[in-house]
């Protein structure tokens, strides 16, 4: 991961847990960093006290802040306990895990996909991929990216990232 996401991302942990980044150009002057803060927090906490059953909050707000950087964007981080977590929250596509669990979820994975031990993400967002594990192949149009992430912005619907 840089140390400044400045591009719409994902990045998911070993573990299953995710960490989204959600960037935009904030350049109205009505717009209200506070105002966008206290939505998102909202909606976090909204979410939450239908699905929470343990300690752990399964949507958690990082930080919403504004790019040091002079572009006018800015970025939500939300930390989800889970990828399924991920797609309820944003009725979208997420998973990680071996081909053979992939399988079994429902998704069409070639035979020739599922070599030993290889791990696989798959989703529907259109953004940057940070792996848990090395890519070593992406499929679906998205691109493997000579740092390692995955580039899923032009992925025609699902983007595959295949893992060691």
Known sequence: MPDVVDTPSLAVDKDGTVTSYL???FDKEYYNIDGLAAMVSEEAAAYNAQKQSGETEPVFVEKVE???DGSGKVV???KYDS????????NGVLFYGTIAQAQEE????EAADAEDGQYVLITDQKVKLY???KAVRAGG??????DGSVDASAAENM???FMK
């Open 83 to 90: 990828t399924d977590t991920f797609s309820d929250y944003n």
């Open 76 to 78: 939500v981080v939300l």
């Open 106 to 109: 429902g998704y069409a994975l």
């Open 141 to 146: 149009g998205a691109v493997l990216e000579e």
């Open 66 to 68: 504004e790019l040091e």
């Open 23 to 25: 960037v935009d150009v």
């Open 159 to 161: 983007a595959y990232v």
């Open 131 to 133: 792996c848990p594990r």
